[in-house]
């Protein structure tokens, strides 16, 4: 992992953090519908195969 992807998982690690960030990229429709509330922290990292 390199040290921007380290960056992005420490702030997103809270959850303010990633909700904010999930209300900043999408249109208010979606969010209407997302329970910003029920977002867990998940430890898996996936990359692409």
């Known amino acids: ?8 998982k420490e702030i997103e690690s809270v959850k303010e953090n990633a909700a904010d960030l999930i209300r900043s990229l999408f249109p208010e429709e979606i969010i209407n519908e ?5 977002l867990q922290l998940d430890n898996n990292s996936y990359s692409p195969v």
Request: charged share 40%; hydrophobic share 40%; no cysteine.
């Open 34 to 38: 997302i329970d910003l509330d029920s």
């Open 1 to 8: 992992m390199n040290e921007h992807d380290k960056l992005f």
